[in-house]
C-alpha cells in the first residue's frame, strides 16, 4: 500500500488476488492462495472476523469452567448453610491494613418480627480471611483422581462462609451453584448438538444420495417432526418420563429427546449439499472407478462440506442450550439437586425474591455470555466457511 502525492488517496499495490491474513499488514499473496489447505483458508478469513475471534475465547474459558468445576468453586454442589438464607454478595478485598491479603467482611442480622424474614448488613467489624488453594470439600478432578484443593474459599472451614456472588434460600453459595451448573448446561448443549448431528447427517446423506423411496420416506418423516409444535411436544415427552428417575438418568433423557427434535432442520440442509455435490467430476469419478457407496458418502461428499458442518454445529449449541434452560425453567427439564443454570433460574421465579435478592438472576446472565459467545464464534465459522468467496 502506497500513496502518491497529488493523488486523492492511497493505491493498493498488493499484488491481485492477495487476502489479508488477520491485518493489513500481512497480506497473502496468491500464490499462497493457490496451494493453502483448505483449513489455513479457513481460518485466515476466520481471524479477520474480531467479534467471532472474541466469541471463540469466551466459549473455550466457559468450557474451561466446566471441565475444572470442582477446583473453580468455593464450595461442592451440596453445601448450604440455612442460617444465610439470602444473603447479599461480598465484596473481595485484597489489601489488609495496607499489606496484601484476601478477606471479605462477615454479617449482621435482623428479624422482622412481623414477616420472620432476615435482613442482612455487611458487618466491617468482621474480617473472613480467604485465601487460594484452600483445602476444601473433596471432589473429583477432571473424572481421574480425588482433590480437595479449591482456587479460592474461606481459610476456616469451619468459621462464617464466604458468598463472592450471594446466596440463596437454603444458603448454598451462588458463585459455585452458577460455576457446577456450567457443566451441566454446556455438556447437554454439546452431547445434545453431537446426537442431532449424527442423526441429521447419517438420514439427510442417505436422502441426498440415494433418492428415490428412500428420499421420500426420510423427508415425510422430517416434515412429521417439524409440523409438530415444539414447546407442547417438550412438555409431553419431559411429562412422560418416570418421576422415580434420577437425575442421571433424567439428563439422558433431555438430551435424547432435544436430539430427536432438532435434527430435522439439519437433515434437510445435507440432503441439499449431497444433491449438489453427487453430481460432481470429482464423485462421478470414484464411482467409475468402483470405490463403494459408503466410502464415497464419508471419504468425498461430507469433506467437502464439513467446514459448514463445523460451523453450524457451533450455531445449534446455543439452541440446546436455551432449550434445556426453558424446560428447567418451567419445571419440566432437569430437576434438584441436579444443579444447571435453568433449574438455578427457577428458584427466581417470584417477584418477591428478585425485590429482595437480586443475585439469584445471576444464571441468567450466564446463559447471555454463553449463548452470545456462541452466536458470534458460530456466524464466524459460517462466514469463514467459503473462504474462496473472499
Known sequence: MTWIAGEPGPVDDRPEGTIEAGSPAEPVPEREIAVAPQWKLVWWSFKRHR???????????????????????????????????????????????????????????????????????????????????VKGDEYRLLGLFTWDRHL???????GPPMYLLGADALGHDMLSRIIHGTAVS???????????????????????????????????????????????????????????????????????????????????????KFFAVRGEEFVMAATVDGVSRPRIIFRHVLPSFTSHIV??????????ILAETALSFIGLGLQSPTVSWGVLLEEAQSIRVIETAPWMMLPGLAVIVAVLSLNFFGDGLRDAADPYKH
Not at 93 to 101: A, F, K, L
Not at 152 to 158: E, L, M, N, R, S
Not at 311 to 320: D, F, G, H, T, V
Request: aromatic share 12%; no cysteine; glycine share 12%.
Open 186 to 272: 454446556m455438556s447437554i448443549g454439546l452431547v445434545g448438538v453431537v446426537l442431532s448431528f449424527l442423526l441429521g447427517i447419517t438420514l439427510g446423506g442417505m436422502s441426498g444420495y440415494f433418492g428415490g423411496w428412500i428420499d421420500n420416506v426420510i423427508q415425510r418423516v422430517i416434515e412429521f417432526v417439524v409440523s409438530i409444535p415444539t414447546i407442547p411436544l417438550w412438555m409431553g415427552l419431559m411429562a412422560a418420563i418416570p418421576q422415580h428417575w434420577g437425575p442421571l438418568q433424567r439428563y439422558f433423557a433431555l438430551t435424547v429427546i432435544l436430539s430427536l427434535i432438532s435434527w430435522a432442520a439439519l437433515g434437510r440442509e445435507v440432503r441439499g
Open 311 to 320: 460451523a453450524n454445529m457451533s450455531l445449534a449449541i446455543p439452541a440446546m
Open 51 to 133: 467479534l467471532a475471534l472474541a466469541g471463540g475465547v469466551v466459549t473455550v474459558v466457559i468450557y474451561l469452567v466446566a471441565v475444572l468445576a470442582g477446583f473453580l468453586a468455593p464450595y461442592s454442589n451440596s453445601y448450604f448453610d440455612s442460617e444465610y438464607a439470602y444473603a447479599p454478595p461480598q465484596r473481595l478485598h485484597v489489601v489488609d491494613d495496607g499489606e496484601w491479603g484476601l478477606y471479605v467482611h462477615g454479617y449482621t442480622s435482623e428479624q422482622d418480627p412481623e414477616t420472620l424474614g432476615l435482613s442482612w448488613e455487611i458487618d466491617e467489624s468482621q474480617k473472613v480471611p480467604v485465601g487460594l488453594f
Open 152 to 158: 479460592i474459599g474461606p481459610k476456616d472451614a469451619a
